[in-house]
């Protein structure tokens, strides 16, 4: 079991920028894909980047060129730059992973929500027009 403890929320204008920050503890196996997802108010969870072990990632089309996620895989690290912020992007914002399930697995943002076993509680991030 891998235990995820999001920071690095807060409230910025719009154009601003955050850096939010995942700790993880456990079985780095449980950790192969990591992603970060978020949910505002009324709406369903959504998808906003995902990284493997090996650094390759993919992005919703909404934050693509404004945020970048990396991962610092000594630390257990997960990190979401998030740049040139709209009041869209306002949200509860999750950290997930999961373990990599065979030699041809997807850790593509596409595949959603439900394939994530392991989640953080989450981090506000507000931004204000």
């Known amino acids: 079991q891998v235990q995820l403890v999001e920071s690095g929320g807060g409230s910025v204008q719009s154009g601003g920028s955050l850096r939010l920050s995942c700790a993880a503890s456990?079985?780095?196996?449980?950790?192969?894909?990591m992603g970060w997802f978020r949910q505002a108010p009324g709406k369903e969870r959504q998808a906003v980047a995902s990284?493997?072990?090996?650094?390759?990632?993919t992005y919703a089309e909404s934050v693509r060129g404004r945020f970048t996620i990396s991962r610092d895989n000594a630390k257990n690290t997960l990190f979401l730059q998030m740049s040139s912020l709209k009041p869209e992007d306002t949200a509860m914002y999750y950290c997930?992973?999961?373990?990599?399930?065979?030699?041809?697995?997807?850790?593509?943002?596409?595949?959603?929500?439900?394939?994530?076993?392991?989640w953080g509680q989450g981090t506000q991030v507000t931004v204000s027009s």
């Open positions: 990284i493997t072990t090996q650094g390759s990632t």
């Open positions: 997930a992973t999961r373990d990599r399930r065979s030699l041809f697995d997807d850790c593509s943002v596409s595949r959603g929500a439900a394939v994530f076993g392991n």
């Open positions: 456990g079985s780095a196996s449980s950790s192969w894909c």
